[in-house]
């Protein structure tokens, strides 16, 4: 298996532990019941929202044959025009936040305050981000402006979500390659863990 599969495999485990702890929220969950998990792409006004996007059914293809979790086959787009279209994901998949509506922006501030979590996947072609660093940097500003005490820092080897539910013995699973390692950026609003953004992987281009 590919170590970019590693990573978003653990962090789906991950996020599917945190959900089935949770009551639901709204009566879009109800089809999760029984520990069906589905994950869905913010869609933005962003030109580059679904790039790669022929690459989700493979790679949802693929986690199910070589995991036990209840992931969904079907790969799902999601809008953040109103909290309750977002609540039905528990997980979603981003590219860039900075292209939400002010609306969407706050519902998607409180999809967060209600339990949900995001995954950044920020692309390297540098004809979309020139600056894997500045893409950083806008998307925690973005974030900040919802949540005030918001922090974020690099998740070394031994943190959880490299171990809670999958095990890796080689250490993180971050891209090797021409390009330097990225390290995997966690996002907090003080002690709770919001999403992770990822630095230059393009971890559904791998299945596409």
């Given amino acids: 298996m590919p170590r970019t599969f590693y990573l978003l495999l653990l962090v789906l485990a991950f996020v599917q532990g945190l959900h089935a702890a949770e009551t639901p929220s709204s009566p879009n969950t109800e089809r999760l019941r029984g520990g069906k998990f589905e994950w869905a792409r913010l869609q933005t006004n962003g030109v580059y929202w679904n790039r790669?996007?022929?690459g989700d059914p493979a790679?949802?293809?693929y986690l199910r044959r070589v995991t036990v979790l209840n992931l969904d086959p079907v790969w799902h787009s999601v809008r953040a025009t109103t909290v309750d279209a977002l609540t039905g994901y528990p997980f979603i998949y981003c590219?860039?936040?900075t292209y939400l509506t002010p609306?969407?922006?706050r519902n998607f501030g409180e999809y967060l305050r209600r339990g949900g979590f995001f995954f950044i996947d920020g692309c390297e072609n540098p004809e979309i981000n020139p600056s894997l660093?500045?893409?950083?940097q806008a998307q925690v500003s973005f974030l900040k402006a919802q949540f005030p005490?918001?922090?974020t820092e690099e998740l070394k080897p031994t943190h959880d979500i490299f171990s809670v539910y999958f095990r890796i013995t080689a250490g993180p699973p971050y891209r090797k390659g021409k390009n330097p390692q990225y390290p995997l950026h966690a996002v907090f609003d003080g002690d709770r863990l919001l999403g992770?953004?990822?630095l230059g992987n393009n971890l559904v281009n791998?299945?596409?």
Avoid: G, S
Wanted: hydrophobic share 65%.
């Fill in 52 to 54: 790669h996007a022929n």
């Fill in 59 to 61: 790679l949802l293809a």
């Fill in 95 to 97: 590219d860039n936040l």
């Fill in 103 to 105: 609306e969407e922006t």
């Fill in 133 to 136: 660093a500045w893409f950083l």
């Fill in 149 to 151: 005490n918001l922090r």
């Fill in 196 to 198: 992770v953004i990822l």
């Fill in 206 to 208: 791998v299945a596409a």
